[in-house]
């Protein structure tokens, strides 16, 4: 059942904002197909909820994404806020968050989900304009699984969507590390302190993983360089996640980068 908030018009602006349940879509409108949607063994739709502040992307993102077999939109968001209450009510398997929206914006409501132990297999995929953004490398660090750039074709949205609910990372290597490598530089205080966290308890190992990781190579690359399999990359890559408290592998190009152990503009 797709459901929304809808906080507009509360004279209370109360954080608690009124609920309005929609019918079920049938299967044949959701993005399931009639055979898969009842079939013995199935995988589950990937279950998503859509935040933007504007009702027409919210429309039209609802409507690419139940086109297709094996996704369903499940409600729908004005603002952060909202998002992350109806995160904690249907618990989707992704949040496709808008960065900004008002009372709370699209970081905010990352940082919220992401740090909620309950949510934690919630994973955000983020909205925006263009790909050199501030905001999007705030949202990346806040633990949003990547980045989608609205105007993206609709084979790609639902590729994303896909790609996160698995919970891998979905960014582009060279957009990412030209991303980070702006705002890491014109940033010159984020090096300091917390950013170093963690990173001198890895083992030289995982030092070398990471700035590999930081520079674009996948797990099958990572092991073709290192001579290991890509199922010890995985296992490695698990230990550094859980001494730099990051929640996927986005977050360690981030904590790569703010640390210094990979330098901008050094492959």
Excluded: C, W
């Amino acid at each position: 059942m797709e459901q929304t908030l809808d906080g507009e018009g509360a004279a209370s602006a109360s954080s608690q904002a009124a609920s309005l349940a929609i019918p079920a879509t049938p299967a044949s409108e959701s993005g399931i197909s009639p055979q898969t949607a009842g079939a013995p063994g199935a995988q589950p739709p990937v279950r998503v909820l859509v935040a933007d502040d504007q009702d027409l992307v919210r429309s039209g993102f609802r409507m690419i994404l139940s086109s297709y077999d094996g996704i369903e939109v499940v409600g729908e968001a004005r603002d952060g806020d909202q998002a992350v209450q109806l995160a904690e009510r249907l618990r989707p398997d992704v949040v496709l968050m808008d960065i900004r929206m008002p009372r709370v914006n699209g970081i905010d409501a990352t940082r919220a989900i992401r740090s909620n132990a309950a949510l934690q297999d919630v994973q955000v995929l983020i909205l925006t304009t263009f790909d050199l953004d501030e905001y999007v490398y705030d949202a990346l660090s806040a633990g949003a699984g990547g980045f989608l750039l609205k105007d993206a074709e609709p084979d790609e949205i639902a590729s994303a969507v896909r790609v996160v609910a698995a919970g891998e990372a979905l960014i582009e290597p060279s957009i990412t590390r030209r991303l980070i490598e702006t705002f890491v530089a014109a940033r010159p205080g984020v090096p300091a302190g917390a950013a170093a966290r963690g990173i001198d308890q890895l083992t030289d190992r995982e030092r070398e993983i990471l700035t590999l990781v930081a520079r674009g190579l996948n797990n099958d690359q990572i092991g073709e360089r290192l001579f290991i399999s890509p199922a010890t990359v995985k296992t490695h890559l698990a230990r550094i996640m859980a001494k730099l408290d990051a929640h996927d592998r986005a977050q360690l190009v981030v904590r790569a980068y703010e640390s210094g152990l990979v330098k901008p503009g050094v492959m």
